[in-house]
């Protein structure tokens, strides 16, 4: 799933504790609708109060730099130099890892420039900060700014099946879950090889503790994209959590010979110690 990280996903033990953050719903089952709704909060007024959703910590030359830009910004009266501004600016945050405020300066820079690239700039932006996200109120926010600006990618190519794939992620944490699991299974109908959206049905899968069926998308997901490690551990997980355990040792023994990233091996080791 992750070209640019579609949806953060840190492999361990914190990603599996990330996982049961997200509603439970019945994702696979044929015919089956069933899930906790979650109540959204109203979306976060669309002005530059929307950057201050988290300060970042920056050195004084940073800060400076941030502050001449947005002076620039402010100040400019040509479209274009505000838009070089507003692009300086969301780099700077993209570096730092201040995703929702990159989201709102380059939303700026399509505002005086509407161009399909900086749409999909800022839609990108905004998922990333969603993938981070963690009370209620943001990730409404960053979802919503997500369909925004994709949504006007997608106005211009409709095929595009890796951003339907974000937008409908978006609706998974929303107040009707299932409009994302529809089009996540919409996506698999006219591209059954989506690596995008095996990964993430076997996510959901597993979050709605339906393992059997999570096994089957990761065992797709690998089968057709075998670099995919993430997807290759959570076929492990999978293994794991419906009892399979002779499948589960294979796999992990697998995974630990695609990686020599400690924290991986370490969260891998744990769950063979347990078989």
């Known amino acids: 799933m992750k070209k640019t990280q579609l949806i953060l996903i840190v492999v361990g033990v914190l990603a599996i504790a990330g996982l049961y953050a997200l509603p439970s719903v019945v994702v696979d089952n044929e015919g089956q609708a069933d899930g906790v709704s979650q109540d959204n909060a109203a979306a976060s007024s669309e002005s530059t109060e929307a ?52 989201g709102y300066y380059l939303g700026l820079a399509y505002e005086n420039r509407p161009e399909t690239e900086l749409a999909e700039k800022a839609g990108n932006a905004y998922y990333e900060a969603f993938s981070f996200a963690l009370d209620q109120e943001k990730v409404n926010y960053t979802a919503e700014q997500t369909r925004k600006y994709l949504n006007l990618v997608l106005d211009n190519d409709p095929t595009r099946l890796d951003l339907k794939t974000k937008i409908a992620m978006t609706y998974v944490s929303s107040s009707n879950p299932m409009q994302g699991i529809t089009m996540l299974r919409e996506i698999l109908e006219e591209d059954p090889q989506n690596e995008d959206g095996l990964f993430n049905m076997g996510i959901l899968s597993m979050q709605s503790g339906q393992y059997k069926r999570a096994t089957e998308r990761f065992e797709e997901l690998v089968k057709y994209h075998p670099d995919n490690l993430q997807g290759q551990f959570y076929l492990g997980v999978s293994y794991f959590e419906s009892d399979q355990k002779n499948k589960a040792k294979a796999q992990f023994e697998k995974v630990k010979e695609l990686t020599d990233d400690p924290t991986i091996i370490g969260t891998v080791d744990t769950y063979l110690d347990q078989l």
């Open 51 to 102: 950057i201050a959703m988290h300060e970042p910590e920056l050195t004084p030359d940073q800060q400076l730099q941030l502050n001449t830009l947005k002076l620039q910004v402010k100040e400019d009266s040509s479209s274009e130099d505000i838009v070089s501004s507003s692009e300086e600016l969301a780099g700077i945050y993209q570096e730092i890892g201040k995703y929702d405020s990159a």
